[in-house]
């Protein structure tokens, strides 16, 4: 499985922006889905946005259109791109992978992933 290294958390004020980055390493699946999930303290945990090794992306409806998931295979990285942040965006962000194959579509569903970064803390305030 892969290892995922997530980065560019921090504390923004509502309205603000961030990218996330997520570095991932033993990773060299021809089909995969790689995605990013959040988890509030109390609160269920929400796939946020999914890519495929075409590029097709998946959103939650609660982000869609305010984020972007995108990728760079030669720097083997994934990135989420977050403007308009909200206060309910405040939680932990991960980063997440699998291998799957090419006829099936990504799914923003937790136990397809079998690889997971530690998680970066995304704060926003109002």
């Known amino acids: 499985q892969a290892q995922l290294v997530e980065s560019g958390g921090g504390s923004v004020q509502s309205g603000g922006s961030l990218r996330l980055s997520c570095a991932a390493s033993?990773?060299?699946?021809?089909?995969?889905?790689m995605a990013w999930f959040r988890q509030a303290p109390g609160k269920e945990r929400e796939g946020v946005a999914s890519?495929?090794?075409?590029?097709?992306?998946i959103y939650s409806d609660s982000v869609k259109g305010r984020f972007t998931i995108s990728q760079d295979n030669a720097k083997n990285t994934l990135y989420l791109q977050m403007n308009s942040l909200k206060p309910e965006d405040t939680a932990m962000y991960y980063c997440?992978?699998?291998?799957?194959?090419?006829?099936?579509?990504?799914?923003?569903?937790?136990?397809?992933?079998?690889?997971w970064g530690q998680g970066t803390q995304v704060t926003v305030s109002s």
């Open positions: 890519v495929d090794e075409n590029g097709r992306t």
């Open positions: 033993g990773f060299s699946y021809s089909s995969y889905c």
């Open positions: 997440a992978a699998f291998r799957k194959s090419w006829w099936n579509s990504c799914r923003l569903s937790g136990p397809l992933y079998n690889s």
